[in-house]
């Protein structure tokens, strides 16, 4: 059995689109990054890599390639699948929290864990999504971000 634990932030900004776990978001502002900004699933990439040994989300998908200008993070969980895979790794259990203030995602938390599954190929009951606010506290508390922590169980088939 391996573990591996992924965190992300980003600022939030006016101009751009909410993706929380591949959902778009009704909001009045989005996250400002390279790609889509998907805090969640770049927390959950990272966590997958980390379990398998890899290095982080921004070795294998750097902001300095254009390739990966607003990819959407739906893609970057594909192509991280890819990786673990190669790695003989199957995916137990994947746990996130989502750290903001506004706005609640209680309400995606079911399409959220759908485009998971989907891409990961795993069963809906293997995910857990949780939200919290940061109590007022730093960027996060007064809703300048948001951020996601994530950690992943992966367990190495055996080689033949």
Request: proline share 2%; aromatic share 6%.
């Amino acid at each position: 059995m391996r573990y591996g634990l992924g965190y992300d932030i980003h600022r939030l900004v006016k101009g751009r689109k909410l993706f929380l776990g591949g959902v778009q978001i009704p909001f009045q502002k989005g996250l400002l990054g390279h790609s889509d900004a998907d805090v969640l699933l770049h927390a959950v990439c990272d966590a997958m890599l980390g379990a398998a040994g890899e290095r982080d989300i921004g070795y294998h998908f750097p902001d300095t390639d254009d390739a990966y200008k607003n990819i959407s993070s739906l893609e970057l969980l594909r192509q991280t699948w890819r990786i673990i895979k190669k790695e003989k790794c199957r995916i137990v259990n994947i746990d996130v929290v989502v750290l903001a203030e506004e706005p609640k995602i209680g309400k995606y938390v079911e399409q959220i864990k759908n485009n998971i599954a989907t891409v990961l190929k795993i069963s809906k009951s293997c995910i857990g999504i949780k939200a919290t606010t940061n109590e007022g506290v730093g960027l996060i508390g007064k809703g300048q971000a948001i951020a996601a922590m994530a950690i992943v169980s992966l367990v190495k088939l055996a080689s033949k």
